[in-house]
């Protein structure tokens, strides 16, 4: 069983940058795949990035890359999302999850952070 806790979100202004965390406790999160999504009121959750825990492979979404950055530290068992010039559509709920590889289906999630950017 993994536990992730999300951190990081808060007001900030259009054009700025935020780090998010994503803190896993249980077991080590070797053989996992961690990803970030996020959810606005109103719309359907959308998959921002993810990560190969142990070979650090990564993909982004179309929304988000250039300006967002996935990361891990394997010591800390954390997942971050480094997140710059951020925009007022950026306004979300962010979760991470996390799966075992070859899984279909993303086991695990965080309770979610909110981010909320003023235009």
């Known amino acids: 069983q993994v536990q992730l806790v999300e951190s990081g979100g808060r007001l900030v202004q259009a054009g700025g940058s935020l780090r998010l965390s994503c803190a896993a406790s249980g077991r080590t999160l070797s053989g996992y795949i961690m990803a970030w999504f996020r959810q606005a009121p109103g719309k359907e959750r959308e998959q921002l990035a993810g990560i190969g825990w142990n070979r650090g492979s990564i993909w982004y979404g179309d929304s988000v890359k250039g300006r967002f950055t996935i990361s891990r530290d394997i010591a800390k068992n954390t997942l971050y999302l480094q997140m710059d010039s951020l925009k007022a559509e950026d306004t979300a709920v962010y979760y991470c999850?996390?799966?075992?590889?070859?899984?279909?289906?993303?086991?695990?999630w965080g309770q979610g952070t909110q981010v909320t950017v003023s235009s």
């Open positions: 999850a996390g799966t075992l590889v070859g899984e279909s289906e993303w086991r695990y």
